[in-house]
């Protein structure tokens, strides 16, 4: 018997032994000089996913982390990191802004990750082939409804829609040729008009062609396509449904502030037809409905449904003047008046007569229309996580969340207001929205977490300083507090600063399957 208490206590002892780190083991990798690309030396580990909070090394070497370590780490070159947070890079589900000025303005922001699940493309193909080898950040795209469906009423393949003009391509440089386009036709009355039976059948095939080949989901803008009505919707979520991806969903407006029955409507079509569900900047979209649809949500997941939220940290949104979102009722609809949309060029606030000038000419216009009460029982939630809903930032005027939504959740709400603690804010921002999609985007799985084997996608921060800077005023001001930035283990930003001409950036689709 003693011998084998001995034996017992032996083992153990090795176990213990090995188990800090391969950093202490002689012979290891670590132990031979320059073993790793990079180490991050000193800092407060905070991973979300394992629940770590602590000092530790971290040893990079060909993008990936390889060694978490209390003990010292050899590398090619140390960084000195004492006194900041290391963690996961910030995944950012809904940034409209799929273009390197717009990445320039995230990763000041800590985000590492910036996917469109909302406006998506179509086809997914054209994104990804004009950003391969050209992207700051991870970058992706679900199947857009709304993309989709102007394909199938004007023959145009609009690619990426968010621009001033609304479904223009992204890529700038063929806009003379899409100006010249919508010249001769009207894009909006593909999203205002019904469909005919053969064209909903054409869509399906599209989309679902379309999901074949990559597209991360399917995204939905319901408040900007009246055309769509629910037979269209439900069967595109069939459609969805059968490839085993989420709807990312932008509701449909209501008439009132006591009337559920947008949010009934989304958790419909998800429950008949069996689709994953996403529902857009909830507080936008519920205003002082809000604390009912989280309600909602709740049940549904209760019922066994896969439905996820997002918000983000901001009293005001913003979209487009000309669409359908302002057309007739919006006020009833948003509980709001013409004093509380503002300009976003100008800063000025509208009157009715102002409102209609700029709705003929077009252009940015800020909803001031949530209370600071709804965003933070948003942010506080714990099944919300945090999304920008930014615009490309490509001239100024936009709205701040482009550039200022991850640190103001962390300066603002977490430091100053007390909203939320600091871990359950990272992990609002890397291990919940990785979650949402690793099922079936199997780069996720390896994002949103500091561990080894993850990707070295990591967000170093001052908690005693992250904080906004852009405001509705001038929105291209960057965060501040995130010295430090890298995307697939290389720097996009050093020292506060954003690296030049470093294009670490890899696509994010979900894996192409037969049709």
């Not at 002892?13 to 391969?22: I, M, P």
């Not at 090394?57 to 390889?66: E, F, L, P």
């Not at 216009?365 to 999304?387: C, G, K, R, Y």
Request: glycine letters at 10%.
């Amino acid at each position: 018997m003693a011998s084998q208490i001995l034996r017992c206590v032996a083992a153990v002892l090795l176990l213990t032994s090995c188990s800090n780190t391969a950093a202490r083991r002689p012979g290891s990798s670590a132990d031979r000089p320059n073993a790793y690309d990079l180490v991050l030396s000193g800092g407060r580990v905070m991973d979300p996913e394992s629940g770590l909070d602590g000092v530790r090394n971290v040893g990079i070497k060909d993008g990936t982390i390889r060694a978490l370590s209390e003990g010292a780490l050899s590398a090619r070159e140390t960084l000195d990191v004492r006194g900041l947070i290391v963690a996961p890079g910030f995944i950012d589900l809904h940034a409209h802004g799929q273009d390197n000025k717009s990445n320039a303005f995230q990763a000041r922001d800590g985000v590492t990750t910036a996917l469109d699940l909302e406006a998506g493309a179509y086809p997914v193909d054209m994104l990804f082939a004009n950003r391969r080898d050209k992207a700051i950040l991870h970058y992706g795209v679900a199947t857009g409804h709304i993309p989709a469906r102007i394909n199938v009423s004007t023959g145009l393949s609009p690619g990426h829609p968010m621009t001033r003009e609304v479904y223009l391509p992204w890529y700038m440089k063929f806009a003379e040729k899409a100006y010249a386009f919508f010249a001769d036709t009207n894009p909006m009355a593909s999203l205002q008009d019904p469909l005919s039976e053969s064209q909903v059948e054409e869509l399906l095939e599209k989309v679902d062609n379309d999901l074949v080949d990559g597209g991360v989901g399917v995204g939905f803008g319901l408040d900007y396509t009246p055309g769509a009505d629910d037979d269209e919707i439900r069967r595109v979520f069939e459609v969805v449904a059968k490839r085993g991806v989420p709807c990312f969903v932008h509701m449909k407006g209501v008439s009132g502030l006591t009337d559920m029955s947008a949010m009934e409507s989304l958790l419909g079509y998800a429950e008949s037809s069996g689709a994953a569900l996403h529902v857009l900047h909830i507080t936008s979209m519920g205003q002082k409905r809000t604390p009912r649809y989280l309600e909602m949500i709740e049940a549904a997941r209760e019922r066994g449904m896969d439905v996820t939220v997002e918000a983000y940290p901001y009293t005001a949104g913003s979209t487009y003047i000309e669409s359908a979102f302002f057309d007739d009722g919006w006020r009833a609809r948003l509980g709001i008046d013409y004093g509380d949309l503002q300009w976003s060029e100008t800063g000025e606030r509208l009157t009715e007569e102002i409102f209609h000038t700029y709705r003929e000419q077009g252009g940015l216009v800020i909803l001031h229309a949530m209370t600071p009460e709804i965003v933070e029982l948003a942010i506080a939630h714990p099944l919300v996580m945090i999304a920008s809903d930014g615009v490309p930032m490509l001239k100024g005027g936009e709205h701040p969340r482009g550039a200022g939504t991850y640190a103001r959740v962390l300066g603002y709400y977490s430091r100053e207001l007390g909203t939320i603690d600091l871990m359950d804010a990272l992990r609002k921002m890397t291990i919940m929205p990785a979650q949402r999609l690793e099922a079936f985007v199997p780069e996720m799985r390896d994002k949103g977490r500091i561990r080894i084997g993850a990707d070295a996608d990591i967000t170093v921060f001052d908690p005693a300083t992250v904080i906004d800077r852009a405001t509705f005023e001038d929105s291209h001001q960057a965060s501040e507090g995130i010295p430090h930035v890298l995307v697939a283990g290389t720097f996009v930003v050093r020292d506060g600063v954003l690296v030049p001409n470093v294009y670490p950036g890899q696509p994010i689709r979900a894996p192409r399957s037969s049709r």
